[in-house]
């Protein structure tokens, strides 16, 4: 029987949003198929934040360690979607605790009912104690369908700060809107790039 694939990973243009003051998207072509040129090149710039992404602990750490030097592991095996939709400002343990039995090490927690295509300063966070639970199941991996773990006015980003004293790994960004609650496999591996604080990724869903 053929798996089912859910891509979870927002498309990425000229239009994403990105967090304020980010780098968006931009694209030109560096090379045009023509005479005397046989194929197109693009040239891209944009932050390694845009679209959905992995996080490296030197975003939220000085001395952290690089997106292209992290294990891969946390990004490639079994995980559980979470519903915790309007839950308000912080996703705390009342509204995932319904569905915490047998946790997998891979928690990804939807909180939009429709992911915005627009900057969203109200997006839904996760509260510090609800990431010290998971951690404490044997979570090494957290997700979440907004563009940040901690709420997009934070300073302190209390919720990044759990993830680096606990070396958890993060996934912002992700498109959860037509995914069931429910266990699949996760698939979604940042690139190598060696000095950087985060990368894109293509994420995705496979049924068990």
């Known amino acids: 029987m053929t798996k089912r694939i859910w891509d979870i990973s927002p498309p990425v243009h000229e239009g994403s949003p990105v967090f304020p003051g980010d780098t968006p998207y931009q694209q030109r072509w ?45 990004f490639l095996g079994p995980c559980r979607v979470i519903h915790a939709i309007a839950c308000g400002p912080l996703i705390e343990w009342a509204h995932i605790a319904h569905a915490i039995k047998d946790l997998p090490s891979r928690v990804l927690v939807r909180t939009y009912q429709r992911a ?6 109200a ?35 209390d919720s990044h700060q759990v993830i680096r004293r606990m070396n958890l790994r993060v996934l912002e960004n992700l498109v959860l809107d037509d995914v069931p609650e429910g266990d699949y496999e996760l698939i ?15 994420a995705v869903l496979r049924s068990l």
């Open 30 to 74: 560096a090379a045009s198929i023509g005479p005397g040129c046989p194929v197109n090149v693009s040239e891209i710039t944009l932050s390694p934040h845009v679209g959905a992404h992995a996080d490296a602990p030197l975003h939220y750490a000085p001395d952290g360690t690089t997106i292209g030097d992290i294990d891969l592991t946390p």
């Open 188 to 202: 979604a591996l940042p690139l190598k790039l060696v000095s950087a604080d985060a990368s894109p990724v293509r």
């Open 123 to 157: 997006l839904a966070a996760y509260a510090p104690a609800t990431i010290e639970r998971l951690a404490a199941l044997g979570v090494t991996l957290i997700g979440i369908d907004t563009a940040s773990i901690d709420p997009a006015d934070s300073k302190t980003l």
């Open 116 to 121: 915005p295509v627009e900057w969203d300063g």
